[in-house]
């Protein structure tokens, strides 16, 4: 776990905006199939090979980061760059995915995020639909713990860009300087949160999640 940055401490409301895929649980299997589920569809509608596919999104992806230093780019803008539109990589998403076959209650995460909301604001933003997200929360028994939840389908762009933090925010009713974003990738999901002037935390999966009311209150760096 990393911290970067914490609102001032008698700020308040604070609201906690969660990532969740390697944020909320941890499980590479499923997010490595979230992954080649969505190569292998696109692999299906350009008539190519899957392994062949996947090379040529590598090397998309590498030419972008070439003209864009010290960026990162999500795989929803790399399948836009593919011709795949936003409701369409929406639609694959809620067709493909199976959080039911690899996801499982988890009691103390809900416990922690209950500690967690005695004293603070509570969302998930994601770059999965609100319908996977919903489906995901219920296999790791997290159902009525989010009040807001803002999705790939909630604004149609995905992480990172300002627009679904910002509702995520607005939602909540906390101003950018009470938010703290919580996730498992620096540049999706801390870069620009930070820049915007919220708090930040990278965590390395679910483990560090539980720490959180502690490394809170103290307040240092874990
Ligand atoms: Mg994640």
């Known amino acids: 776990m990393k911290i970067y940055k914490l609102p001032d401490r008698d700020r308040t409301p604070v609201l906690l905006i969660f990532d969740m895929d390697g944020t ?8 490595g199939s979230q992954t080649d589920l969505l190569v292998e569809r696109l ?6 090979d899957p392994a062949g596919m996947g090379e040529e999104i590598s090397a ?7 003209k864009n230093p010290g960026k990162s780019i999500s795989l929803s803008l790399i399948l836009e760059g593919f011709g795949v539109s936003m409701e369409e990589n929406v639609r694959w998403r809620e067709e493909l995915y199976r959080p039911e076959a690899y996801l499982m209650p988890d009691p103390r995460l809900r416990e922690t995020l209950l500690v967690l909301a ?3 604001k509570l ?3 994601t770059n999965n639909p609100v319908s996977i997200a919903r489906r995901t929360l219920r ?3 997290l159902e009525g713990i989010f009040p807001v939840l803002v999705g790939l389908d909630t604004c149609m762009v995905s992480k990172p860009q300002e ?4 509702k995520a925010a607005e939602e909540s009713g906390v101003d950018a300087a009470g938010c703290v974003s919580i996730g498992d990738r620096y540049e999706i999901d801390l870069a620009l949160p930070l820049e915007m002037g919220m708090g930040g935390i990278l ?20």
């Open 24 to 31: 909320l649980y941890t499980n590479s299997v499923y997010l």
């Open 43 to 48: 692999a299906a509608l350009k008539g190519k």
């Open 60 to 66: 998309f992806r590498e030419g972008w980061l070439r």
């Open 118 to 120: 005695g004293s603070r």
């Open 123 to 125: 969302a998930v933003l």
């Open 139 to 141: 296999c790791l028994g």
């Open 163 to 166: 627009i679904p933090f910002r």
């Open 203 to 222: 965590v390395d999966g679910v483990e560090d999640v539980y720490r959180l009311p502690q490394v809170l209150e103290a307040g240092l760096e874990a």
